[in-house]
C-alpha cells in the first residue's frame, strides 16, 4: 500500500467536523511531498508518457471548478437579488 493510499485510508475515518484537526496532526510537510512526489510519478507515467490528452481535460475542469468557486458568491448575490414574478 502506497503512502497515499494509507493516508486516504485513514483520511476516510475521520469525522467531518474534525478534518482541520486529523490534517494539522497526520498531515507533515515530509508526508506531503512523499505522498505529492507519489502522485505526480503515477500521474506522468499514466498520461504523459502515453500520450494522453486527459491532462488537458483534467486542467481544463480544475480551471472551471476553480473560477465557478471563486465566482459563487457573486452568483448567488445577484440570485438573491433576481425579482421573483
Known amino acids: ?4 493510499q494509507k493516508l486516504l485510508q485513514s ?5 467531518v467536523k474534525g478534518v482541520f484537526g486529523w490534517v494539522r496532526s497526520n498531515l507533515t ?3 506531503a511531498q512523499k505522498v505529492g ?3 505526480t510519478t503515477s500521474y506522468s507515467a499514466k498520461y504523459f508518457k502515453s500520450g ?9 475542469l480544475g ?6 468557486a ?7 448575490h ?3 437579488n433576481r425579482k421573483h414574478h
Request: hydrophobic share 40%; glycine share 4%.
Open 11 to 15: 483520511f476516510a475515518n475521520a469525522p
Open 52 to 60: 494522453s490528452v486527459k491532462p488537458v481535460v483534467h486542467v481544463m
Open 63 to 68: 480551471l472551471g471548478v476553480i473560477g465557478y
Open 1 to 4: 500500500m502506497s503512502a497515499a
Open 70 to 76: 471563486l465566482e459563487y458568491p457573486h452568483l448567488k
Open 37 to 39: 512526489k507519489e502522485f
Open 29 to 31: 510537510p515530509s508526508q
Open 78 to 80: 445577484s440570485q438573491r
